[in-house]
């Protein structure tokens, strides 16, 4: 499932409420730097000279939108909770993602100041200083920990770059203080004959100690929702969640279940 123009919606998400969303990834197909077998996109096809548009472009559009809602001529845009960059990829891939960040928020300012601007991303592009410096400019950072162990991580999110570790994702995390909402995905499975279970009590305590690392002020689990590229996979029960969620509650962690 692509998503087809810059600006989308509002839709009603189920973690975030009522959303705009924004997608600065190719239209015609997923880029990314994972290549999760769960996601709702599908896998990465391989393109030489990837089309992004341009900061300019993505302006025009959220300003046609935000006008439209603050007009009462969009469904839903005057419960506007939320704009989302999230979509076709890793949104923090684009050149220009901080002069993206700063017009949406300038245009967010202008017209639904009351709207969240969050942003959505796997981890994977925070050793570079100015995607830090734009997700602080952000309401929400909402970013990806599907695993604590290596070979857990490669199996679920496989990453593009093999030598991506876990210790990178959360030496990366780690200055933002916890000033952050952690996002994982628990599911169940099988790919290319290997084993998917983040739920297990081994990947379970390195994710635990992962969280108490960086605490983060919010965490999100989820289950797969929406049809997946590998179908061999197993949507977690809601009692489970509960479970998995239960001793990070009883520590005092804001923790959010989407089951």
Partial sequence: MLFP???????????????????IMPIEHKLCTFNCVYCECGWNEKVNHPVLPTREEIRLA?????????????PNGTSLDVITFSGNGEPTLHPDFMGIIEDTCALRDRYCPSAKVSVLSNSTQLGRPEVVRALMMCDNRILKLDAA???MMRRIDMPVNDALTVEQLIRWLEPFNGDFTL??????????GKTIDNTTPEEL????????????KQIMIYVIDRKTPEEHL????????????APLVAKGYNVSISA
């Fill in 149 to 151: 162990t290596d070979e």
């Fill in 183 to 192: 996002q994982t995905c628990f599911l169940r499975g099988e790919h290319n």
């Fill in 234 to 245: 197993e949507k977690i029960p809601r009692e489970e969640m509960e479970r998995i969620a």
């Fill in 62 to 74: 959220l300003e046609t939108k935000l006008q439209e809602i603050v007009n009462a001529k969009c």
């Fill in 205 to 216: 305590k390195a994710w635990y100690q992962a969280v108490d690392l960086l605490h983060p």
């Fill in 5 to 23: 123009s810059i600006v989308y919606g509002p839709i009603h998400s189920r973690r975030l409420g009522v959303s705009l969303g924004m997608e």
